[in-house]
């Protein structure tokens, strides 16, 4: 089964559907239900630490970043999300989503953050 046909939502595991993106070297999907972009196959570290040397995302601009941290802060109280529960946002990047969440959200992201709720790595969370 090649790539195209075997990818799945990391969140509701639905195939892919027909959208998708070729971003550099990677393929990026967007599931039909739940909007989830994800890649697929799921990079390793090292090849994330190499895409994201040089990435630029005109999408990631800080008040789009925001908006849509909103947008999704709002979606996921459908789904029983509160900000008094503790929150992590894998990938969080400049910590937008962190921010906008608020204290019970924390973030980890490989590149160094100015944020204060922003950790390399798991084991560096409080």
């Known amino acids: 089964m090649d790539a195209v046909q075997d990818a799945r939502c990391l969140l509701c595991r639905a195939k892919s559907g027909n959208y998708s993106i070729l971003v550099k070297e990677y393929r990026i999907y967007k599931c039909a239900n739940r909007g989830l972009e994800y890649t697929h196959p ?5 090849q994330l630490k190499r895409f994201y040397e040089n990435y630029s995302d005109p999408r990631a601009l800080p008040d789009v970043v925001e908006l849509n941290a909103k947008k999704n802060i709002k979606l996921l109280t459908k789904y029983g999300y ?5 929150t992590l946002d894998y990938g969080t ?3 937008e989503f ?3 969440a608020g204290d019970n959200c924390f973030g980890i992201d490989f590149r160094k953050s100015k944020h204060e709720r ?3 790595n798991i084991a560096a969370l409080p």
């Not at 799921?42 to 090292?46: C, G, I, Q, R």
């Open 93 to 95: 990047g400049n910590g």
């Open 82 to 86: 509160e900000s008094k529960l503790l």
């Open 42 to 46: 799921v990079p390793s570290l090292e």
């Open 118 to 120: 922003v950790f390399e």
């Open 98 to 100: 962190v921010r906008v």
